[in-house]
């Protein structure tokens, strides 16, 4: 039974080792490709480690313009913006509708949780000319506040479904023992409820985070001066008609993910513990 268990664990360990290969090879191979020289990364029989490692398509993004006037700085800039605001608006946004939701029984609650569950159905393509059309009618088109409103508005249902479970489990003695001792409901609210519901404001930071980061229909129908352009579309540039700049491409590509990848190991204790706790209670 003893060696029975052993060859089981060692068969769990050796697939869980292949599926993070099979996951952590396509990124390898942008890191590798984006050292490599033109002529190793068109080489008849690519080499899986670059012969000589150069950053010269590091040099090429980030001193060279993509477009006239506009550099990838710019680009990562205004992603940034965008990344940040939908973020910090989505977290206070949600985290006051789950403790309304969780602590409060009103009319069409029901109905409101459920369409929280209806909306994330919705497929994004069917609501750009939608949206597109609303965004006219406001005034916001060629904005990024455009962008940060869509991105909001598609981030808000996950989070607040997700924090609804995180409140509704935090016990309400707690609220009532702080009242007894003089505290108002908004020192309640910051100093009990906020540190406990934390690491779920985390894990939803994460969704709206990636969400806004990664996003590119949207970004490319809503926003027409280049100057504005999010990293996602100026990614576009590196592919042309007859051939595509992979050099290029996969180091704006690492670029790209370093911010992302940055962002998950600065949250990743709260967001595992985050995920885990909000499937107590709901």
Wanted: overall charge positive; glycine content about 6%.
């Amino acid at each position: 039974m003893r060696r029975g268990a052993v060859l089981r664990r060692a068969a769990l360990n050796g697939a869980g080792l292949l599926v993070a290969a099979f996951a952590a090879f396509p990124v390898y191979w942008m890191i590798a490709t984006s050292l490599k020289p033109n002529r190793e990364i068109f080489a008849a029989t690519p080499r899986p480690v670059p012969a000589e490692p150069t950053l010269e398509h590091y040099r090429e993004i980030l001193t060279g313009n993509l477009i006239p006037g506009v550099t990838f700085a710019d680009f990562f800039v205004n992603s940034a913006l965008v990344a940040v605001s939908t973020v910090v608006l989505s977290g206070l946004v949600a985290l006051l509708a789950a403790t309304a939701v969780a602590r409060f029984r009103f009319k069409l609650r029901t109905s409101f949780l459920i369409m929280l569950l209806v909306v994330q159905m919705i497929p994004l393509e069917a609501l750009v000319i939608p949206l597109f059309l609303m965004i006219q009618r406001l005034g916001l088109y060629n904005t990024l506040p455009s962008l940060i409103l869509t991105y909001l508005g598609f981030s808000l249902p996950f989070a607040v479904w997700m924090l609804r479970g995180f409140v509704a489990a935090v016990p309400k003695e707690l609220e009532e023992a702080a009242a007894i001792d003089g505290a108002s409901r908004a020192q309640t609210f910051r100093r009990i409820l906020f540190p406990l519901v934390a690491p779920g404001l985390v894990a939803t930071s994460t969704f709206s985070f990636i969400t806004a980061w990664n996003e590119l229909i949207f970004a490319l129908t809503f926003v027409n001066d280049q100057d504005r352009y999010t990293l996602p579309v100026a990614m576009t540039f590196f592919f042309g008609r007859d051939d595509t700049a992979w050099g290029p491409v996969m180091a704006a590509s690492t670029l790209f993910t370093l911010p992302v990848l940055v962002f998950f190991l600065l949250v990743q204790r709260r967001m595992v513990s985050g995920l885990v706790a909000g499937a107590v209670k709901g």
